[in-house]
């Protein structure tokens, strides 16, 4: 079977891991473009020259022009600049849709029938300029951002449990925003929910939910946690890892039920706009949505989410 072509779109902090870790899983061979002359060559020659000790055969090539990036099964988009302290990702739109502009309409021109996984922030309206300019349909475009967010909730509760990540089950849906939707009802460690597990490990429901709305409070703010440590720019080893997974699901056709931001038509009571909800990925990207079913508090709590999305692409 022919090897796959993916496409990295930006090779900078994330770009980079996402180049290498596409290379260690063998997802296909990968051409990381950037516009700065000399860089995405550098850094997948870099990568290259590893595989004799990493044991991949799969090629990887650094690109400026688009005509490089023609026939590309998949592509991950991550151009764009990142936060520094202090900014919020919704400072970053007005020079961020300029760059998504030219990047969608390359990618429109030069890989007609890819499937798109926009990175760069502020990611809802991100992928809803990409869907918008490359004209592509729905089960072809959609954003990462709630793999990041879920996996950051999960790792604080396999922390606070001390239990394994492996068994750790937690999910964020909504707006890649500070408004993002921890939904701890449904959070559990193999099955057991997590309540449960700090009600028993605190003997008290009030310090349970203390210590579980602290760890709700640190997911939706994980990102700039990181960003205020970092001071030069924003995650880019756990975003990298999470888009992959996504990659992997779509190009491996393995059906993962996880935390994507798709565009909604009439799902949740949304039309027209990109929102972070469980989806099936499989071979023709976005399967089926999953409509869960959300009490008062959490319908509340998704529609102040949605309310924010909507106000950042209304003003694109
Ligand atoms: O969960 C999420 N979705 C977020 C997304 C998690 C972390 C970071 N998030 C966003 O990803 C971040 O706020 C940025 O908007 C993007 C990329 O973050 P990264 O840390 O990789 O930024 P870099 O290192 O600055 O890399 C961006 C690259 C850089 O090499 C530029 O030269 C390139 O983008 N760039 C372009 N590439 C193609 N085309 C154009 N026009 C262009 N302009 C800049």
Not at 82 to 103: C, E, F, W, Y
Request: proline share 4%.
């Amino acid at each position: 079977m022919a090897r796959k072509k993916i496409a990295l779109i930006g090779g900078g902090q994330i770009g980079g891991v996402l180049a290498q870790l596409c290379a260690t899983r063998e997802l296909g061979d990968v051409i990381l473009f950037d516009v700065v002359e000399g860089m995405p060559q550098g850094k997948t020659l870099d990568i290259s020259e590893a595989a004799p000790v990493d044991g991949f055969d799969i090629c990887l090539k650094g690109a400026n022009s688009y005509e490089e990036i023609a026939g590309a099964d998949l592509i991950v988009v991550t151009a764009g600049l990142p936060r520094k302290p202090g900014m919020s990702r919704d400072d970053l739109i007005a020079t961020n849709s300029k760059i998504m502009q030219s990047v969608a309409e390359g990618i429109k021109q030069h890989a007609p029938n890819a499937f798109v996984i926009v990175i760069s922030n502020p990611l809802d309206a991100m992928v809803t300029l990409c869907q918008r300019i490359t004209g592509f349909p729905k089960n072809r475009v959609m954003g990462m951002a709630g793999v990041l967010d879920s996996a950051r909730f999960a790792a604080f509760i396999a922390w606070e449990l001390g239990v394994s990540v492996k068994d750790v089950n937690a999910m964020v849906l909504g707006g890649h925003g500070d408004d993002m939707v921890p939904l701890v009802r449904y959070a559990n460690v193999f099955g057991i929910p997590v309540m449960e597990l700090l009600e028993k490990k605190y003997k008290s429901a009030e310090k349970a939910k203390e210590v579980m709305d602290a760890m709700v409070k640190r997911t939706a703010n994980a990102g700039g946690e990181v960003v205020g440590l970092l001071k030069t720019g924003s995650a880019f080893f756990s975003p990298a890892s999470c888009a992959v997974s996504m990659a992997e699901a779509i190009l491996r056709d393995q059906r993962r039920v996880l935390p994507v931001c798709a565009l909604l038509e009439g799902e949740y009571g949304v039309n027209g706009y990109y929102v972070g909800v469980p989806c099936i990925l499989g071979a023709n990207g976005i399967e089926q949505v999953i409509e869960i079913n959300l009490n008062a508090e959490e319908q509340a709590l998704m529609n102040e989410s949605v309310s924010h999305v909507k106000a950042l692409v209304d003003s694109l």
